[in-house]
């Protein structure tokens, strides 16, 4: 890929239950974000982690970053039938660009 | 504040033909970008506009890809030919100009050729 991986590809949880879902990146960075993608739909921005912070909370996210492995984390607790969607961290570098994974496809079963 | 618009939702077109999607940024947003997702794969980047100058095109995968932006608006990506392995859902997104921006997106234009 251009930058991002994330893992796992799929991931399928009961309603309640915390998701994790991770993302590995190629190259420095000076910030990472965090998109959700319900089908049929264009992505949503959840939150962003600067490359000099570790750890990052919005509401029921959480998102841990170490640029020493180049990874991050988004971790939704409590999850919902609302929250299936596809998952994608996007890597804002160097020329200002945003590369994007290949997603990780959550499904919360009721 | 009207979002991200992407015309056409839906393409379907024989191979070899031509196609034009367009793209209306959100008012103001001075950066505009192109990517393509193929099935299952990624979100490949395709181009990057400021304003109406292109700051990097280094992902359109070959000449018969085109991009315009016209006086800094709305954009446009002409595929002639289309090939098959176009196929895809073509994303559109939009973001200021400060540093840390996040991107909007418009909903897509799924591309099928047959």
């Known amino acids: 890929s251009q930058q991002g991986e994330e893992d796992p590809q799929a991931l399928s949880i009961q309603e309640g239950e915390n998701a994790t879902m991770n993302c590995s990146y190629k190259?420095?960075?000076?910030?990472l974000q965090w998109y959700r993608q319900n089908s049929g739909r264009g992505l949503v921005h959840l939150i962003l982690?600067?490359?000099?912070?570790r750890e990052k909370h919005s509401g029921r996210l959480r998102v841990t970053l170490d640029t020493s492995k180049k990874s991050s984390s988004l971790l939704i607790t409590a999850s919902r039938a609302a929250d299936t969607a596809s998952y994608f961290c996007a890597t804002d570098a160097a020329g200002n660009q945003f590369y994007f994974g290949t997603g990780t496809s959550l499904t919360v079963i009721p | 504040e009207a979002g991200v618009t992407q015309f056409p939702s839906h393409s379907v077109i024989e191979k070899g033909q031509t196609v034009t999607l367009r793209c209306d940024p959100i008012?103001?947003?001075?950066?505009l970008y192109w990517y393509r997702r193929v099935m299952g794969k990624e979100i490949k980047f395709l181009l990057h506009f400021v304003k109406e100058s292109k700051q990097d095109e280094s992902g359109m995968p070959n000449n018969r890809f085109l991009a315009e932006r016209t006086g800094g608006t709305y954009s446009t990506l002409k595929v002639q030919p289309a090939e098959l392995e176009d196929s895809g859902v073509y994303f559109c997104a939009s973001s200021q100009a400060e540093p840390g921006r996040k991107l909007f997106f418009g909903s897509g234009t799924q591309l099928s050729v047959l």
């Open positions: 982690i600067r490359s000099n912070e």
């Open positions: 008012s103001g947003h001075d950066n």
């Open positions: 190259t420095s960075i000076n910030n």
